[in-house]
């Protein structure tokens, strides 16, 4: 396996979970991704609301309790999406030639947090 392989991770959607190959393209964000689709249905959105100011949190919204149970599964998936993301970052960073002391500083981290969580070793 190569090294490029090594650091893949299946690409999807944080929005809408479609695969990258289900769709147009993908932008990548920190440890997130956005699919065209829904880049499109965001300026939709976003052209047709009123102007707001500040954000409107989706849990501060009043839905019904199916609605939030249905909303938890999604969540979890791009929490995890983010985590497996940042396992990538993380051995790119060891590939470079980063320290654990250096990814563990860039994450607020001690050297042995960063190892333990990362290194995949006991
Ligand atoms: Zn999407």
Do not use: Y
């Not at 829904?38 to 300026?43: G, K, N, Q, S």
């Not at 993301?85 to 051995?91: E, I, M, S």
């Amino acid at each position: 396996m190569s090294a490029v392989q090594e650091l893949s991770m299946p690409v999807r959607c944080s929005f809408c979970r479609r695969s990258h190959d289900e769709v147009d393209k993908v932008v990548a964000g920190p440890g997130i991704f956005i699919c065209d689709g829904c880049v499109a249905l965001a300026a939709e959105i976003i052209a047709g609301a009123p102007a707001t100011h500040g954000a409107v949190l989706p849990w501060e919204v009043e839905m019904p309790l199916e609605q939030v149970l249905a909303t938890l599964g999604p969540v979890a998936a791009a929490g995890a999406q983010v985590e497996e993301n940042l396992g990538v970052w993380v051995r790119k960073a060891r590939s470079a030639g980063a320290t654990w002391a250096q990814v563990g500083a860039a994450l607020g981290m001690t050297r042995q947090s960063a190892w333990e969580r990362f290194s995949g070793e006991e």
